[in-house]
Nanobody, 119 residues
Framework: QVQLVESGGGLVQAGGSLRLSCAAS????????MGWFRQAPGKEREFVAS????????FYVDSVKGRFTISRDKAKNTVYLQMNSLKPEDTAVYYC????????????WGLGTQVTVSA
């Protein structure tokens, strides 16, 4: 059974950086476009960024464009999200899954990793 495990979150001051990782077990992610999502307290989970299965093309929502970078390591079956210039509004639990714009399936959601940005 596939399992997604997100890690790398933490508490950081505004302007700081974090690198999130999403490791998958039980299934290869090689052939799938992947995405990062986040859910802030009291809000619905939202799409943040995606990367093509080849790792060539990426997409970001406007609120993170220029600050976040998504990447993948197929050998490690892992997807990353480098987050720079963090803002308090980036505070959320971050998750990874298939890119909903490109893939029809949804994997079981992991527990996510908490990112808290203090002002």
């Amino acid at each position: 059974q596939v399992q997604l495990v997100e890690s790398g979150g933490g508490l950081v001051q505004a302007g700081g950086s974090l690198r999130l990782s999403c490791a998958a077990s039980g299934r290869s992610l090689d052939s799938y476009d992947m995405g990062w999502f986040r859910q802030a307290p009291g809000k619905e989970r939202e799409f943040v960024a995606s990367i093509s299965w080849r790792g060539v093309t990426s997409f970001y929502v406007d609120s993170v464009k220029g600050r976040f970078t998504i990447s993948r390591d197929k050998a490690k079956n892992t997807v990353y999200l480098q987050m720079n210039s963090l803002k308090p509004e980036d505070t959320a639990v971050y998750y990874c899954n298939f890119d909903p714009h490109r893939e029809s399936m949804v994997l079981p959601w992991g527990l996510g990793t908490q990112v808290t940005v203090s002002a």
